[in-house]
């Protein structure tokens, strides 16, 4: 049974930092290309960025420069580190594994 389960959510202010976490059971992780999405109010999912198993990392245009994906293939977990975050940026993050796995997901509010 895989299970993705994200960590690291909450409030913060305009221009401060998160880091999420998701940790993954139930797949060959370190053969397994992993990504993050999010779901803001109103609007469709999207791709916010991706690892690939040795490491290529992509990223939607609108988080380049401000957003760093990583993985850590012996803790099973892979990370979105968010800085100089914006309002826009507030949505639902969800865990993604090999485009087909997906975690509940977990709030982000981006608000003073």
């Known amino acids: 049974q895989v299970q993705l389960v994200e960590s690291g959510g909450g409030l913060v202010q305009p221009g401060g930092s998160l880091t999420l976490s998701c940790a993954a059971s139930?797949?060959?992780?370190?053969?397994?290309?992993m990504g993050w999405y999010r779901q803001a109010p109103g609007k469709q999912r999207e791709l916010v960025a991706t690892?690939?198993?040795?490491?290529?990392?992509n990223y939607i245009d609108s988080v380049k420069g401000r957003f760093t994906v990583s993985r850590d293939n012996a803790k099973n977990t892979v990370y979105l580190q968010m800085n100089s975050l914006k309002p826009e940026d507030t949505a639902v993050y969800y865990c993604?594994?090999?485009?087909?796995?997906w975690g509940k997901g977990i709030l982000v509010t981006v608000s003073s």
């Open positions: 139930g797949i060959v992780f370190d053969a397994t290309r």
């Open positions: 690892i690939s198993t040795y490491g290529r990392r």
């Open positions: 993604n594994a090999d485009m087909y796995y």
